[in-house]
DNA sequence: TCGACAGTTTACGTGAACGTAAGCTTCATG
DNA sequence: CATGAAGCTTACGTTCACGTAAACTGTCGA
């Protein structure tokens, strides 16, 4: 044994792809349109490397496709929800304290997070729904078979 | 006002699709992929006519795509379970009353309901899931915010 | 320093799910 | 029975979301 697999601590695609269930084109693609905000920029040629906020930031990008069935550029809107709290993240780091600035970054990310919500709650109430039915649909098609073998 | 809109009472596939909201180019592609059980053999040339039960049944196979975001080809497994139904019907209707045909076809209809069962529990569930991570940064957000404006 | 595995860019390919256009035909209505 | 809106078939076009191949590095452990 003596590859070169795992640098150090450092996260690289293949890592990455690894870890959220898909390929590292994949993560490619979802860069080029823009789906990560700009990470560190990175020197053209070499390789990318990734924080575990940003593996955390993937998994959500998928998690909210999987289960909202939008396509990735509706994502592009609903995910710069992520991007105000990651500048809200790093002003705060850097000792921004101005409350005008806080208070306008809050409200920002408080009115993409209700964009979501609203989506999410509106599919969750279908799918409940759907659910209802068929469970509804189950019974009934029990209850003939409890009508035949009485038994 | 003279145009020849709506034969009697049938409904044509420009009728179906307005009532469902789609395309009559769907349509017609559902039915060529099999997802719309060969309905009553047709001179080919001559229009499609539909009966609401084919509208509902229409309604139900993109109600399932669009909450469980399947492809139409593993769609057109799980709604083997309308076609079950559809053969029960048919044959009740038609004085069929052999028990052991009857207990057959209502065990395979069962089956297929559990299989859609499963996969909106998962969904849900899933889904239900995001929204409680959602709501709860809200509430992070909204504390934040209160924090800031004591009044 | 070197070897090779994993990564990079570029570009063309692909499958799914329809859109769209052309040319022709039904069919309810006046 | 004439007419025209709506439908039919056939076939090629399109968009999205990646897959895949080629030719070339970057990078880490030995």
Redo the contacts between chains.
């Keep these: 044994m003596s590859t070169a697999v795992a640098p150090d601590g450092a996260l690289r695609i293949g890592d990455v792809a690894r870890l959220v269930g898909t390929t590292a084109r994949t993560i490619r693609y979802y860069e080029e349109i823009g789906l990560l905000g700009e990470h560190a920029t990175r020197q053209s040629g070499s390789h990318r490397v990734y924080s575990e906020a940003e593996v955390e930031h993937l998994r959500e990008v998928m998690?909210?496709r999987?289960?909202l069935?939008v396509s990735l550029d509706e994502l592009k809107t609903l995910v710069e929800a992520e991007e105000a709290r990651k500048v809200l993240r790093a002003e705060v780091q850097a000792g921004v304290e101005d409350?005008l600035r806080?208070?306008s970054l809050?409200?920002e990310?408080?009115g993409h997070?209700?964009d979501?919500?609203a989506l999410?709650?509106r599919?969750?109430s279908?799918?409940?729904g759907?659910?209802a039915d068929?469970?509804e649909?189950?019974g009934k098609?029990?209850d003939?078979?409890r009508a035949?073998?009485p038994r």
Excluded: K
């Design positions: 998690r909210l999987s289960l069935g409350p806080l208070h809050l409200t990310a408080l997070l209700d979501q919500l999410v709650r599919r969750a279908e799918l409940n759907l659910q068929l469970e649909r189950r098609v029990e003939r078979l035949l073998q």
